[in-house]
């Protein structure tokens, strides 16, 4: 201590500098750790029923740490299909509750499956471009029932002009994608010709629109799409892009989060809430509550036996730094009164 305080001024008030910076941040860091040890050792949060008869149950786990599902489709026999947001592998979920596969190649030829669909030529896959550090926007991919893989449609534009997220199918055959810049982009029926078909009307004040899902209602022959950022759900007339809103949350409290979407034969509407971790449905132009504490509730799709699945994205880890999804990755099945 004798010999810091005979350095001249400068050099000591250097020292004690590194000193409190040091020891704040040896604080700082102890704080952190223990603020991820406590989320990393919460329980595995399990989704339960809010609506009176309704039921939850676990569909099916899928295996790894980095399933992160982030898009369902169903097929007619009902075998149901997800795939991994962070290596595009594709799970199948069979009809009988059998043991989840993994169909092949596919996380040698997919980077980060942001949506699907099934169709009788096979299962279309909406591949985000990643590795490309200066582009964005997606590929359009077909697994034919022999296992096929076949690229039918891409946009590559300059970095941050586009970010694709959610699909469906018209019953004309054309495909639209979600684009979370605030936009849906329509596809030939061969995958050709993509291009920006609408985008969200933008309100002086309010936050800039995130498009984060589409869905065809084929009950009145219009498309859906979320509003994830404004809590907004539009219907589009297919045939002149034009839309109307379906539902605006005003409330200054708990806002949703909406992200996916689904519709039933009868028309129906069935939502996923992020931050209320919730399955919602419209009803009289007002959100219901079906279920909730869901693991990040993304995607929703129909079983033909009217239940529905909701994938449990669990997305937290990808956005920070030291948190671990809570293992396994799951699929639930959601069975209405």
Do not use: C
Request: hydrophobic content about 45%; proline content about 6%; cysteine-free.
């Amino acid at each position: 201590m004798q010999r810091l305080l005979a350095l001249p001024r400068g050099q000591r008030l250097l020292i004690f500098s590194f000193i409190f910076i040091g020891t704040l941040a040896l604080m700082v860091a102890i704080v952190v750790f223990l603020i991820l040890l406590t989320v990393n050792n919460e329980p595995r949060s399990v989704a339960k029923p809010i609506a009176e008869g309704v039921t939850v149950v676990e569909y099916a786990t899928l295996p790894g740490a980095d399933a992160y599902p982030a898009a369902l489709a169903v097929a007619p026999d009902g075998t149901a299909y997800t795939a991994s947001y962070a290596t595009g592998e594709i799970y199948v979920l069979p009809a009988d509750g059998s043991e989840v596969t993994v169909k092949p190649d596919t996380r040698e030829v997919f980077g980060s499956v942001a949506g699907l669909l099934v169709t009788d030529e096979g299962l279309v896959v909406l591949d985000r471009v990643t590795g490309e550090t200066e582009r964005s926007g997606g590929v359009l991919w077909r697994i034919a029932p022999d296992g096929g893989i076949t690229e039918i449609g891409r946009v590559s534009l300059e970095a941050d002009s586009v970010a694709f997220n959610g699909l469906t199918r018209d019953s004309e055959g054309y495909f639209y994608v979600a684009d979370l810049l605030g936009a849906v982009w329509k596809f030939d029926p061969d995958g050709a010709n993509g291009s920006k078909w609408w985008e969200a009307p933008r309100t002086q004040g309010q936050p800039i629109p995130v498009i984060s899902d589409v869905a065809y209602d084929a009950a009145t022959g219009t498309l859906l799409a979320t509003d994830s950022e404004n809590d907004t759900v539009y219907r589009l007339d297919v045939g002149v892009a034009s839309s109307e809103v379906v539902y605006h949350f005003t409330g200054s409290e708990n806002p949703p989060g909406l992200v996916g979407i689904t519709s039933a034969s009868d028309g129906t509407i069935y939502l996923t809430a992020l931050d209320e971790k919730a399955l919602m449905t419209l009803r009289d132009g007002e959100l219901v509550y079906l279920a909730g504490f869901f693991r990040g509730p993304w995607d929703a799709a129909l079983l033909p036996d009217g239940r529905i699945l909701v994938s449990n994205f669990d997305s937290r880890s990808l956005a920070t730094l030291g948190v671990s999804p809570q293992l396994p990755f799951g699929i639930d099945a959601v069975t209405l009164p």
